[in-house]
C-alpha cells in the first residue's frame, strides 16, 4: 500500500527516488583550534519505504546526522535532500513548512501534552497545519499501534510503551515521507521497546513508511532492514538484514 499525500509542494512522494539523500555533508562546532568537526563528509541515501538504523560509538556524529538530514541543524557543507528538495537551500519559513509537512519526528522523550487525550495528542500535528485526518488512516494507524481502547486516556494513565506509541501515531498520522526517530526505545523497558519497534516495523511493511532511526541497541537496530555505521564523523560499514549478533560484532570491530 502506498500512502498518497495531500495536494501540496511538500506532499508529492516519489517511489524510485530516495526519501533522503545526504551529499558530501560536514558539521563543524566551533571555529580555530577549539573546532569540533563531527561529520566529515558523509555520503548516504535512505531509500523510500524502508527501515534504515544510524549507529556507531559514542561521539560518532550519529544523532548528527539525522539533525542534519531532519532540517534540525544546519549544515557546514554539503547538501541535504528530502525527495527532491534540498533543504540546505531553504529559508527558515520553508524549512518550518516542510519540517511540518514532510517529515515525522519520535523522540525518547514522548512529548506528550499531559492535558490532552491520547486521540487529542495523536490529531495535534494536524490541527496546528489546519488539516483534517482521513478518517480511514486514522484508524488503520490507531489499529496499527494497538491504541483503540486507550484513545480517550490522558498520558498519566498510559505506561512508556503506551506513550510512545502514541508518539509513533503522531508521527505517522501526517502521512509524512520520512519519520526520523532518535533514541524511541531509549525510556522504555525491554518488553515495551520491543513492541513500539513492532509497530515502527508495521508501518514500513504495511503503511509503505519510510523510518530513518538512530539507535545504540543492537536489538533495536535488529528490526531495521539496513544499518549504517558512522565512526569519528565519516560512514564506515553498512549491513542489509541484520541480526543483534551481526550488528554488535561490527560495533565491537569499530570500537576495537
Known amino acids: 500500500m502506498t500512502i498518497t499525500g495531500e495536494a501540496g509542494a511538500w506532499n508529492t512522494r516519489t517511489t524510485t527516488a ?17 573546532a569540533v568537526h563531527a561529520l566529515r563528509g558523509v555520503d548516504v541515501s535512505f531509500s523510500t519505504g524502508a527501515f534504515t538504523a544510524i549507529m556507531g560509538p559514542s561521539g560518532s556524529g550519529k544523532s548528527t546526522l539525522m539533525h542534519c538530514l531532519a532540517g534540525l541543524d544546519t549544515v557546514s557543507g554539503g547538501r541535504v535532500h528530502i525527495g527532491d528538495v534540498e533543504l540546505t537551500g531553504l529559508g527558515d519559513k520553508q524549512l518550518t513548512l516542510l519540517r511540518r509537512d514532510r517529515i515525522g519526528f519520535i523522540f525518547q522523550a514522548f512529548n506528550l501534552l499531559p492535558t490532552l487525550t491520547a486521540e487529542q495528542n495523536i490529531r ?25 481502547a486507550r484513545l480517550g486516556h490522558r498520558p498519566t494513565q498510559l505506561s512508556g510503551g503506551q506513550q510512545q506509541r502514541v508518539a509513533v501515531a503522531r508521527a505517522l498520522i501526517s502521512k509524512p515521507q520520512v519519520i526520523f526517530a532518535d533514541e524511541p ?15 515502527l516495523r508495521t508501518s514500513v511493511r504495511e503503511l509503505d513508511q519510510t523510518i530513518v532511526m538512530v539507535t545504540h541497541d543492537p536489538v533495536a537496530a535488529s528490526y531495521a532492514d539496513r544499518v549504517v555505521f558512522l565512526r569519528d564523523g565519516l560512514l564506515v560499514d553498512e549491513l542489509s538484514a541484520p541480526t543483534p549478533q551481526s550488528v554488535l560484532d561490527t560495533l565491537m570491530k569499530l570500537e576495537a
Open 18 to 34: 530516495p526519501a533522503v539523500t545526504a551529499d558530501g555533508v560536514t558539521k563543524v562546532y566551533g571555529q580555530g583550534d577549539a
Open 124 to 148: 495535534l500535528p494536524l490541527e496546528i497545519a489546519g488539516r483534517q485526518a482521513d478518517q480511514g488512516l486514522f484508524d488503520r494507524v490507531v489499529e496499527t499501534v494497538g491504541l483503540r
Open 185 to 199: 526505545t531509549g525510556n522504555l523497558d525491554s518488553r515495551s521497546g520491543a513492541e513500539v519497534l513492532s509497530f
